[in-house]
């Protein structure tokens, strides 16, 4: 199969010091739409910026949509479409205007530009308010425009950078609805990062999360799921300091796979979480150890995620190292900008 997507050994080291990313490759089959995952500062945004030409790397390679990035990054930005987390439209704008200037950045043939215009709006279900500010537009309508905005030249290859951040429940649904019928209609590549790991399960071919700066596991939804070795039930003690005894006690019981101490709890791998709770609270009795709550959770991308990294994925970090660097740099670039 082609692929869209292809990176070798890619990494970004900041001031000398703050490894990003940290020699990453992986590929991206054409048509496929891919989940690139990760806690604050692990990397995640500076691979997307490389991989869009907005940012060089340290070292490594990356082809994307048969262009080498690093080579031609002009040719890149024309060819690739884009949605970034932050909303670009010009809210001094009316919609049709916003695509009308995307349509002449990107190069779409004057002939064309009208005709992909209306049908755009009207697909993206903005058509009533075409000749509207954006600035009037709701949430979930801004963030169709800017889907529009992203596609408007027809790129075969599609960034969405935590494109439904913000959004209500309804207005995540509708927007990922489109992306999949312009997967299916037009064969488009999708790479994309989310915060939402129901998004990722349920829209993604394949997924790779990323920690550190390194890809730690990569598979489609299932396949990450299977590599937990079934359901987990998390068990927290009475008190703290019997954590140690109980792991032992519940190591013991037939059926456990595995039991690993996380922040005071205990989860227990095992293959049948419901035939197993009552063995496991009738060993921490025997044992005499107290419990304070027990809990089953199926295989999903939540435990999937804690697996990997250690960490739950909505845990808010702060800035991050690599966030510090990244916004140095920032600041430098505008800086020279500004000088020159």
């Known amino acids: 199969m082609t692929q869209a997507i292809s990176v070798e050994g890619l990494a970004k080291t900041y001031n000398g010091t703050v490894k990003a990313v940290d020699g990453v490759s992986f590929a991206v089959d054409a048509g496929e739409a891919y989940g690139f995952l990760g806690p604050n500062g692990a990397g995640k945004t500076t ?3 490389m991989l869009t ?3 060089a790397p340290t070292a490594g390679h990356a082809i994307v949509d048969g262009i080498d990035v690093f080579a031609d990054p002009a040719s890149i930005k024309r060819r690739i ?3 970034f987390q932050e909303s670009t439209s010009d809210s001094d704008l009316t919609g049709r205007e916003n695509l009308q200037l995307a349509a002449a950045l990107f190069g779409v043939p004057r002939r064309e530009v009208a005709g992909r215009i209306d049908n755009l709006l009207e697909k993206l279900q903005i058509a009533d308010a075409a000749d509207r500010l954006t600035k009037t537009y709701s949430g ?3 963030r169709r425009l800017e889907l529009a905005v992203g596609i408007i030249h027809s790129p075969r290859v599609l960034f969405l950078d935590e494109p439904t951040l913000g959004l209500d429940p309804q207005g995540r649904a509708g927007f990922w609805r ?3 019928e312009l997967r299916k209609e037009h064969g488009m590549t999708v790479f994309v990062t989310t915060h939402y790991l129901d998004e990722a399960d349920g829209i993604c071919d394949r997924i790779a999360i990323i920690d550190h700066g390194h890809i730690v596991a990569t598979g489609s939804p299932s396949e990450l799921k299977d590599r937990l070795g079934g359901d ?3 068990v927290r003690p009475a008190l703290a300091d019997q954590a140690l005894a109980a792991q032992a006690a519940l190591a013991h019981v037939p059926g456990v796979v595995s039991v690993t101490p996380q922040d005071g709890l205990l989860r227990v791998k095992c293959p049948r979480g419901e035939e197993l709770v009552p063995r496991l ?5 025997k044992a005499g150890i107290g419990l304070a709550g027990v809990s089953l959770k ?5 435990e999937v995620f804690l697996e990997f990294t250690g960490r739950e994925f909505r845990e808010d970090e702060g800035m991050t190292a690599t966030d510090r660097a990244v916004r140095i740099g920032q600041v430098q670039q505008a800086w020279g900008r500004s000088r020159r």
């Open 47 to 49: 691979t997307v910026s």
């Open 53 to 55: 030409a907005l940012l």
């Open 81 to 83: 479409g884009l949605v």
């Open 140 to 142: 979930g309508m801004r």
């Open 178 to 180: 489109y992306v999949q």
């Open 232 to 234: 987990v039930v998390t």
């Open 281 to 285: 609270v009738e060993a921490c009795d």
């Open 298 to 302: 199926r295989p999903s991308l939540d």
